[in-house]
């Protein structure tokens, strides 16, 4: 240990000037990252509202209470409208990262194959990449209006595939309403992530595969599929954290940042939003979120440790 110890000092001492270049972007890293996070984890334990937020950080100190308003009391309608928001954020995490991935992986294999005007048509594809969220999300809620939106135009008036017009915007058909543009918006990144690792693949894997006969699905399986791991790894961690952290296109989606999703539609930053600075409950909003960052801390961890263990094992 003491060896060690003393080779790292030699490390630092040998390197010191350049320590000393990447000392203030350190500091400022460090301040940028760490007092937003010191300062929510202090305001959970505050009795922050309307009445008390011109004390800010002088408010009344209630220790645990906002956290035992979330996670233990029943009649807290801040728990009951949590509970909602963490099974759609579930859902939605999960649904839009699978579907994000396969739309991806898709489109990638379809566009590394060489034809006329491959870069044209990849440029094209990355359009919903470059729109921003909040304009996506105004321009499906349009799309979803139940009278004149173009889903329903499209699904009863031109393809009579429904007999009748659905309420996408309300009721259980609000979680499909955000996906959908979710998938729509994130899977060019997927495709470019994905059509960069395939690049890397050696052809001579897939000609030694022909010559022993191997199909395309058997080719994807034993060569494609386990070659692109460390982008599946990646895009799995970002979409997991991206999409749990989703807000803006269900908030622009629903009155234009002032709506409210629905049972069905609401997610934890949309919640988180509601109760900090609609309903003005600054601390439940602030407990939510330092419950939030324990949960994803964790989540992250276990994934690396997944995958760590996983390719000790190859």
Do not use: C
């Amino acid at each position: 240990m003491k060896n060690n110890n003393s080779n790292l000092w030699a490390r630092i001492k040998r390197n010191r000037f350049a320590y000393y270049f990447i000392m203030p972007t350190l500091l400022a890293m460090l301040f940028l990252h760490l007092s937003p996070i010191v300062q929510g984890i202090y305001m959970s334990f505050l009795k922050l509202n309307q009445f008390t937020l011109q004390q800010y950080l002088l408010a009344p100190f209630v220790g645990f209470e906002n956290y035992y308003k979330v996670l233990i009391d029943v009649n807290s309608p801040i728990r009951i409208g949590l509970i909602e928001a963490v099974r759609n954020t579930f859902v939605y995490t999960v649904v839009v990262t699978v579907g994000t991935l396969a739309v991806g992986m898709v489109v990638a294999l379809m566009v590394n194959r060489k034809f006329f005007g491959r870069p044209i048509v990849r440029t094209l594809f990355l359009f919903p990449w470059i729109v921003p969220t909040y304009v996506t999300g105004l321009l499906w809620g349009i799309i979803w209006l139940r009278e004149g939106g173009l889903v329903n135009v499209m699904l009863v008036d031109w393809l009579k595939i429904l007999p009748f017009k659905i309420s996408w915007l309300s009721g259980p058909n609000t979680i499909w309403a955000i996906i959908i543009p979710s998938i729509w918006r994130f899977w060019p990144l997927s495709m470019l992530m994905l059509l960069a690792g395939l690049q890397t693949i050696p052809e001579e894997l897939y000609e030694a595969a022909d010559i022993d006969g191997a199909g395309p699905w058997r080719k994807f399986w034993m060569i494609t599929w386990p070659m692109l791991r460390p982008v599946w790894f990646i895009l799995i961690l970002f979409g997991l954290i991206y999409n749990t952290y989703s807000f803006n296109i269900v908030i622009m989606m629903f009155g234009f940042g002032a709506g409210y999703p629905g049972e069905w539609g609401d997610l934890m930053m949309t919640n988180i939003f509601r109760n900090s600075f609609q309903l003005w409950n600054f601390g439940t909003g602030a407990a939510t979120s330092v419950l939030l960052l324990i949960v994803m801390i964790t989540i992250v961890n276990v994934w690396f440790r997944y995958f760590k263990k996983s390719e000790e094992l190859r």
